[in-house]
Antibody
Framework: QVQLEQSGTEVKRPGSSVKVSCKTS????????ISWVRQAPGQGLQWMGR????????NYAQNFQGRVTITADKSTSTAYMELSSLRSDDTAVYYC??????????????WGQGTLVIVSS | QSVLTQPPSASGTPGQRVTISCSGD????????VNWYLQLPGTAPKLLIY???QRPSGVPDRFSGSKSGTSASLAISGLQSEDEADYYC???????????FGGGTQLTVL
């Protein structure tokens, strides 16, 4: 059974950066894309980007271009999402998910428990 | 403003059949498959339907999906109280080169 374990709650100041980790187990980490999705309080889901670990290639949602970096460490089966220049409206729960299927036909089959990031002065 | 459009709410009584719509355009639903996710309060989303109408192992056959043109639908038959949750549609968007979600539909079982 594939499991994704995310790092804990973060409290950050505006203008700083946050790096959230997502450790996977029970599956072949390198072969499947890892997506990052966030959910602001009381709001819907927003896709941020994803990485294909075996290729070390990431692509990002236009809304986050230049502010988000997604990386993967194949040796520890861990993916990371770093968001910079934090603003108060970046306060959200950030989820990682392990995708299945091919490119445009992919879907997020397994999800982490979520990491709350609070941005406050 | 979400790229895919869902009704913000839906409701039904136990045993009823409910459908939730998801509208997009030719760069997303019109060209690519559609996935549906269920989210219970305070929990992570869970895959409910993938590739338009496929159910992951463990998802009851009361849940079904369909697509026509640039719209998709999720149908829930034999509605149960535990179906009360938020439902999201999602698809790859060729123009945006990424995944787009609907705004979510909050389902209430009366």
């Amino acid at each position: 059974q594939v499991q994704l374990e995310q790092s804990g709650t973060e409290v950050k100041r505006p203008g700083s950066s946050v790096k959230v980790s997502c450790k996977t187990s029970g599956g072949t980490f390198s072969s499947f894309p890892i997506s990052w999705v966030r959910q602001a309080p009381g709001q819907g889901l927003q896709w941020m980007g994803r990485i294909i670990p075996i290729l070390d290639i990431a692509n990002y949602a236009q809304n986050f271009q230049g502010r988000v970096t997604i990386t993967a460490d194949k040796s520890t089966s861990t993916a990371y999402m770093e968001l910079s220049s934090l603003r108060s409206d970046d306060t959200a729960v950030y989820y990682c998910a392990s995708d299945r299927g091919a490119s445009a036909g992919s879907y997020s089959a397994y999800w982490g428990q979520g990491t709350l990031v609070i941005v406050s002065s | 403003q979400s790229v895919l459009t869902q009704p913000p709410s839906a409701s039904g009584t136990p045993g009823q059949r409910v459908t939730i719509s998801c509208s997009g355009d030719n760069s997303n639903i019109g060209t690519n498959t559609v996935n549906w996710y269920l989210q219970l309060p305070g929990t992570a989303p869970k895959l409910l339907i993938y590739n338009i109408n496929q159910r992951p192992s463990g998802v009851p056959d009361r849940f079904s999906g369909s697509k026509s043109g640039t719209s998709a639908s999720l149908a829930i038959s034999g509605l149960q109280s535990e179906d009360e949750a938020d439902y999201y549609c999602a698809a790859w968007d060729d123009s945006l080169n990424g995944v787009v979600f609907g705004g979510g539909t909050q389902l209430t079982v009366l």
